[in-house]
Structure formats: C-alpha cells, structure tokens
C-alpha cells in the first residue's frame, strides 16, 4: 500500500530498524479501551506462507503511517483469548465525518465496525501482514 511517497512497508521497516539495538521497538495501541503495548518480533521471520497468513492473522486498524500516526492502532485481541496470533493484517482506517481522533480516538475494534457502519469512516484491507507479540504493563 501506498501512503503518499512512501510504502506503509518503507516505515514500518525503518520503524523497526530505528530500535535500540537488542531491544524490540514498542508502542502502544488500543484494545477494548484500554492500552496495551505492541512489540516487533519480525526481525528475522523467513519461510511464511502467506495465504496461511491470511487465515490466522488478526486485524489491526491503522489511522496512517507508523511514527506518524493521529492516534494509535486499534487491535482485535489479546493473548489469552480465542484466536490470538501474534500475525496481524494492517487495515487502513480514514476518518470521513472530520473527527479529530488526536483528542477522540477511537479505542475498540467495535467503535470503528460501528462508525464503518454509520458511513463515517473507511476501512481499507492492506494485505499487509506482520508478526508482532502484544504484553502487558509498562512501556519502554
């Protein structure tokens, strides 16, 4: 997918390249309203079959590119309940209603599917998959 001039992989690899070495890069995203924090493991992920990917993947709702971002990604489950994977598909979210998510961000998969419904946002399917672990407490 294109985001302007650059590729949501082009930032999504410099994103994950820009780690303190040793360290997985971290940020937060939104879980049934509540934060939680995502960390990369895809360094040196080879060998995946893709169209597996596209049965076991769960969506992630993405408002832009990586480190550039008017709020942080929604995600549809956690580790511990039925389906997780740590493989997750980016859907591109765009707001359609002039909602300014920097101050009300949308914070559940549930919000968004409604606001898609009511035509006041877009979801676009990327079929861009990555493999990230989700953990619980701080943050980097």
């Known amino acids: 997918m294109k985001l302007g001039n650059i590729s949501l992989?082009?930032?999504?690899?410099?994103?994950?390249?820009?780690?303190?070495?040793?360290?997985?890069?971290?940020?937060?995203?939104?879980?049934?309203?509540?934060?939680?924090?995502?960390?990369?493991?895809?360094?040196?992920?080879?060998?995946?079959?893709?169209?597996?990917?596209?049965?076991?993947?769960?969506?992630?709702?993405s408002f832009g590119p990586p480190g550039n971002q008017p709020q942080a990604d929604v995600i549809t489950v956690v580790p511990g309940e039925r389906g997780y994977t740590p493989w997750w598909e980016v859907y591109e979210v765009t707001v359609l209603n002039?909602?300014?998510?920097?101050?009300?961000?949308?914070?559940?998969?549930?919000?968004?599917?409604?606001?898609?419904?009511a035509g006041t946002v877009s979801i676009e399917e990327t079929e861009f998959f990555f493999l990230c672990q989700i953990l619980f407490g701080g943050k980097r």
């Open 9 to 61: 992989i082009t930032v999504f690899l410099a994103m994950t390249c820009s780690s303190v070495v040793g360290k997985p890069p971290r940020f937060p995203v939104w879980y049934e309203d509540h934060q939680v924090t995502m960390t990369v493991v895809n360094d040196n992920v080879v060998g995946v079959d893709r169209e597996n990917l596209e049965d076991i993947a769960n969506p992630l709702f």
């Open 98 to 117: 002039g909602r300014d998510v920097t101050t009300d961000p949308f914070t559940s998969a549930d919000e968004i599917l409604e606001a898609e419904e």
